[in-house]
Structures are given as C-alpha cells and as structure tokens.
T-cell receptor, first 112, second 115 residues
Framework: KNQVEQSPQSLIILEGKNCTLQ??????????LRWYKQDTGRGPVSLTI?????NTKSNGRYTATLDADTKQSSLHITASQLSDSASYIC???????????FGKGNQVVVIP | NAGVTQTPKFRVLKTGQSMTLLCAQD?????MYWYRQDPGMGLRLIHY???????AKGEVPDGYNVSRLKKQNFLLGLESAAPSQTSVYFC??????????????FGPGTRLTVT
C-alpha cells in the first residue's frame, strides 16, 4: 500500500489559470515533505522542502502547504505557464531514516 | 558544475546479459542513491550509500549490486538482466541524510530495456 497518495492523477488547465494538487500521506514518524517537478524524460527537480513545523513555503509561482496534523499537503501553481506541464511528485521523508516515500505524481498539462 | 550525471542514457539488453550503470556527482556529497521509476508507480529505492566504501539495501535490491569505491561515483550493476528490470533508473545525491531537510539532486536518468 502506497504511503503517499496524490490527487488528481492528471489535470489539464488553461495557460494563466491556477491549480492545486493534493497529497495525503500515512508515513510515520514524519520528518519532512518535499515537492518535486519532473519534466518528461528528465530527473525530478526539487521545488520545496518543508519540515513538520512549517505550514507553507513558496518557490516563485509554486506554493506548498502542509498540515502535519491531518497529514495533508498541497501544491498551488499560480498563473500557470506552458513550461509548468510536468509531473509533480509529493515525497515524504521518514524521521531518522535515509529513505523517502514517493507518490505516483500529479500529471499536469497546460494548454494555450 | 555538472551536478549528477549518468551514463549511458539508453541501453537495450538481452535477458541474461550484464551491465553497469555509472553515476557521478561533482558536489562532494556523502549520500548517493539509485532509484527505479516504472509507469504508474512512484520512484523506488534500490540501493544507497552513506559515504565512500559503504552501501546499503533499499526497497527493491534483488537482482542489483552496487559499489562506491570513490566518493564521487556510485555504480549499479545488473549481473543477469531480466525483463522485469526494464525501467528508467535515476541516480541521486545529497549532502546529508534524507531524514534531514536536505535536497536530493537527481541525474537525468538511464532508460533500460531488457528483451
């Protein structure tokens, strides 16, 4: 059973619009939560990393939120651009562990 | 500063053949990782290393071996390739443990097909 669930699985949005991606996790004990962007045919690139004490972090037009009590996170993309077309992966780090638990990703397609 | 590089980028093997995937990083990172990514699944950890000369098993280590003879290099070996090992392989490195809020930097990936 995957410990990190993402929704929606895929999303098509118009250029310039906003969108929000969801991540629910059951990983425990929790250390930090990451969002990665993965362009087709490339390796993942880190967008944000949040520890359990942080509830929001921004990176340009990307804003991640974290509710450690409900074990939920979201990634909000503002004023989407064609270059935002990618898979967005939610990743949770276990406390005291070298391993990461990866979600399957949210596939976002931005159309003009 | 090239970051994390992987060779080769693509490879086709026949069942039973062997090969080695090379990962190199120029950021002086202690930790290095090998993942595989399959359609419809999240990345899964194969093996990792916490420093030169060390290796440890990850989530899906069977059929793979690794070596970290030099700090900057992490090799992934397939002794006898099987069709189930058809996947995209990613190497990553980080300065410290993932349990801390340290970024993992990923390479561009190696697409391996086993026929």
């Amino acid at each position: 059973k995957n410990q990190v669930e993402q929704s929606p699985q895929s999303l098509i949005i118009l250029e310039g619009k906003n969108c929000t991606l969801q991540c629910n996790y059951t990983v425990s004990p929790f250390s930090n939560l990451r969002w990665y962007k993965q362009d087709t045919g490339r390796g993942p690139v880190s967008l944000t990393i949040m520890t359990f004490s942080e509830n929001t972090k921004s990176n340009g037009r990307y804003t991640a939120t974290l509710d450690a009590d409900t074990k939920q996170s979201s990634l909000h993309i503002t004023a989407s651009q064609l270059s935002d077309s990618a898979s967005y992966i939610c990743v949770v780090s276990l406390y005291g562990n070298n391993r990461l638990a990866f979600g399957k990703g949210n596939q976002v397609v931005v159309i003009p | 500063n090239a970051g994390v590089t992987q060779t080769p980028k693509f490879r086709v093997l026949k069942t039973g053949q062997s090969m080695t995937l090379l990962c190199a990083q120029d950021m002086n990172h202690e930790y290095m990782y090998w993942y595989r990514q399959d359609p419809g699944m999240g990345l899964r950890l194969i093996h990792y290393s916490v420093g030169e000369g060390t290796t440890a098993k990850g989530e899906v280590p069977d059929g793979y071996n690794v070596s970290r003879l030099k700090k900057q290099n992490f090799l992934l070996g397939l002794e006898s390739a099987a069709p189930s090992q058809t996947s995209v392989y990613f190497c990553a490195s980080s300065p410290h443990s993932s349990g801390g809020a340290y970024e993992q930097y990923f390479g561009p990936g190696t697409r391996l097909t086993v026929t």
